[in-house]
Every structure is written in structure tokens, then in C-alpha cells.
């Protein structure tokens, strides 16, 4: 059961007005969501970007947007909190993060230099370095962690930051790695794509515990798109395989950024092609001539200006098919970067998904900022859990249709055993239903449920989840169920 408290209380995104309704789409049954980045004319930031300066097109067919939600990048001061309070809002949650990976199964290794020195220096130069990371894709295709976060653990900050070593981190780990590749990848060009491909959805998938913003910078000379032939023949085309990889780094929010470590030794095949096709399909930038400090720069500054939106869809456009997507604004001068397409499954998939990635990932998720109150409730039989959670108001969305503004979140805790094992769930959903003087109030103390729980038999921990049905964002906090 989830009660509110008293008194009128809502959920809000900052800096958006819904001036956008559903009557221009009367019978939707979904709400389809993207990521965009907005920019100046200069790359810088721009955070004020309203829903109805922004125009989606969907397979050529203009939609308006629902809302558009500025997505946090770092984290803020710290909640105040209570007695037997826990909050997933700390002076060091990850908001936003940041991954190179330098690539050395497809690079000439006489080549490779200038790559690795710009990285040592972009690294080097940064004061803060916590959501930063660092691989290196070894040259029989497995993956190795120059510097890594560690499973279940929040960054910690460091003074100096990690990077001030990176110099000597990169040399200890290419004495490591460093070795001729296997002759089953060297024998003819195209052999090292279904291994290099590989290795990027492995890591996509291990980044993707991570809660937050996240972005690849892949510095590589890249593999080839197509391999011809004599007499202008293709006899290889890799474009199907990048597209289902893209596909995947989208639903797992990771956007990637391709840098261009150029290798003039090597001839005849175009593998900038690659790394063109690939970043605008994930949202993401590529960029020429081992410019690794400029991707390294633009890709933190991007996350200071990441939208959540959304517009209205039907049925039956959950088509498994790819649609074309084009996003402009009215605004001038500013630029809009968001990925150019997406396979359209059911958004109530997606929504499953994201739920199932926040409930069982090691970090608390601060993308909706939570702050609870557990204790045993003193008037239920003993083994029951009282939980009084206050939700942060500025990070959902809501729609405006007419005088009212309406939106709804789910609430779900879930219990887990020793093993890691799923034990038990319940979940309640939330309608809300509020006037500009309720949304008004909201503004300053937010949205606050209640909730009575059993604990399961073998529970050692929960999580609480908040999802917003607008947006599809989620948020987690994990507290202890032994020595309630």
C-alpha cells in the first residue's frame, strides 16, 4: 500500500513547462522516450531548452514532445538526513561517467603513439576524475581495466585524481598486454570485426551496471564497414552487425564516441566509415586524427545538457521496426544531437527493462533522488517493514492538459537473499491528478509515500525503486533488511 502524506504534493521536472497535450495524438497507449543533447555554437552546454522549442520526427512524421526533462550530470549537496534515514544522494554519486577505451587490436603498432601520448595528456589535465575510466581492447580481443570502478562501491574522491598516473598506469598495462595478435585475425582484412564487436557489447554490458549517464570514447583505427573486391565486388558487408550493436548500446543509455586514431600504414580498406555510421546511431560524436582530449572534453560537457523527452505514440507503431528519427529546434544557434533512429519495441519493454537494470545493480541509482525512513511497524505483526519515502520533485516529468497537470510512478521494493536471488516484490502504482497551486507548492517538499511491507523469509537486503511513467526513469535506493 502506498499513501501519501498530507497535503497537496506532486513530482516536477525542472526546467520544463508542458505546454504540449495528447490531443494532437487523442489515443495513444504509450509514451515513446529518447535522449537528446543540446549545444552552442561552440559546444557549450544549453540547459534551459523548453519542450515546445523542440520538434521529433518519427519516419517523417512530426510529433511534439510531451515534455523534455534537463537530466542531472553531477551530483549536488548531500540530503540532510534523519534518524534510521538512507538516501541515495551523496556528495559522490555517479550522475554522469565517462569510458575510453583505447583499441589495440586494430592498430599498427608503429602507429599507435600519438594516440596514447594525447591520452596521458588529456587525462593528466583533469582536477576531477572520478566518473572517468579507462580500458584497453588487448590485441587477442579481451578487455583489460587500465582503471575501473569497483562492483557495488560508489567512487570515492581522490586527491589527487587517479589520472595525475596515468602515464605510468598505460605503460604498466601495455607491458601486460602488449603481444602479437592471433594469425586467425591478421590472416585477411574483416576477421578482427566479430571479435572486436564482441568485446564492445561485453563491455557495454559490464559498463551498464553503472547508474547515470554514460558515454564510450572508442579511440581506434576502426574495422572496415564493407570489404571489396577486385572489379568494385562487395563481398563482405558488416553494416547489419554494427546497426544490432548500436541497437544495444541504446537500450542499455550508453552513447558512443568514435576517435579516428589514423594509420597511414594501412591501405585499401576505409575503416573511418565505421566510426562515422556508429556514433550518430547511439547519440554520440566521432571525430578525426587521434583527437582524443577534444572527444574526452565534449563528452562531459554533452552530459551538462542531456535531455529525457518524450511524445506520444500508438500501438501500433511498436513495430520491431527501425524508424528514422530527426529531432530540430525553433531556438537559433543551438544545435540538437540525439541518436538518428531506434528499433521500435513495445515502450512497455523498455520500461521493464530499465526497471529490471536498477533493481539489480550493485550502486543505488540517483537518476530520481530518494530519501526513506525504515523501521519495523509498531502496529503490525513482527516482521513487517514501515517505509516513509520522499521522493525528489525536481526529477520526473509531468504533462500539462488543460488547467491540470498529470503523471504517475510506480514504487516497487524488492527483497533479495544471500545468494543475490530475487525473493519477493511489490509494487503500487501512483496517479496524480494536480492544479498550477498544487504543482506550485510541490515545488519545495516534493512528493512523500508510505509503505507497509512483510519481509520474506532469507531476506538479507532490499531496494526501492521509483519509476516515472513519463520519462521511463528510475530510481533505487538499497538499505539492509538484518538487524531491522
Known sequence: ?????????????????????????????????????????????????????????????????LFAHLLRAAAGEPATLGPREVSNR??????????????????????????????????????????????????????????????GEAPAPESPPWTSKAGPLLNAALRKVEGIKPADLTAAPGLTVEPTYNALRMLARQYAA?????????????????????????????????????????????????????????????????????????????????????????????ARATYQAGYAVTAKEADEKYHKLRLTTTRKNVRILAEEGFTAVAPELTAKNTLDLVATRPFDTPDIGLRAAISSDPGAKEGNLHFQIHVDARDLAFERAGNSYT??????????????????????VTKLNLSQDQLDATLKDGYVAMSDQAVPAGAVRGRLVVQDGLSGIAGSLGFPVSGK
Do not use: C
Open 90 to 151: 551523496g556528495s559522490d554519486e555517479l550522475f554522469s561517467s565517462t569510458l575510453l577505451l583505447l583499441d589495440l587490436l586494430n592498430a599498427n603498432i608503429d602507429e599507435r603513439g600519438a594516440a596514447w601520448n594525447e591520452t596521458v595528456q588529456s587525462l593528466g589535465g583533469l582536477e576531477s576524475a572520478g566518473n572517468v575510466y579507462l580500458f584497453l581492447m588487448a590485441p587477442d580481443a579481451s578487455l583489460y581495466p587500465v582503471h575501473a570502478w569497483n562492483p
Open 407 to 428: 503523471g504517475e510512478f510506480t514504487l516497487s521494493i524488492f527483497f533479495f537473499n544471500a545468494d543475490g536471488e530475487r525473493t519477493a516484490v511489490a509494487s503500487s
Open 210 to 302: 553503472l547508474p547515470g549517464q554514460k558515454r564510450i570514447i572508442w579511440v581506434t583505427h576502426g574495422t572496415p564497414l564493407t570489404i571489396v573486391g577486385p572489379g568494385g565486388t562487395v563481398y563482405a558487408d558488416f553494416g547489419p552487425e554494427l546497426n544490432a550493436m548500436a541497437h544495444e548500446f541504446v537500450q542499455l543509455g550508453i552513447s558512443v564516441y568514435t576517435v579516428h586514431q589514423l594509420d597511414r600504414s594501412t591501405t585499401g580498406i576505409d575503416s573511418a566509415e565505421t566510426l562515422q555510421t556508429l556514433a550518430p546511431l547511439t547519440g554520440g560524436r566521432w571525430f578525426e586524427n587521434d583527437a582524443v582530449g577534444q572527444a574526452l572534453t565534449q563528452a562531459r560537457t554533452d
Open 1 to 65: 500500500m502506498v499513501r501519501p502524506a498530507a497535503g497537496f504534493l506532486l513530482i516536477l521536472a525542472v526546467s520544463a513547462t508542458f505546454s504540449a497535450t495528447r490531443a494532437q495524438n487523442p489515443n495513444p497507449s504509450a509514451v515513446r522516450t529518447l535522449r537528446f543533447v543540446a549545444t552552442g555554437p561552440k559546444g557549450e552546454p544549453i540547459t534551459d531548452l523548453k519542450p515546445e522549442e523542440v520538434q521529433v520526427s518519427d519516419r517523417g512524421k512530426r510529433e511534439p514532445l
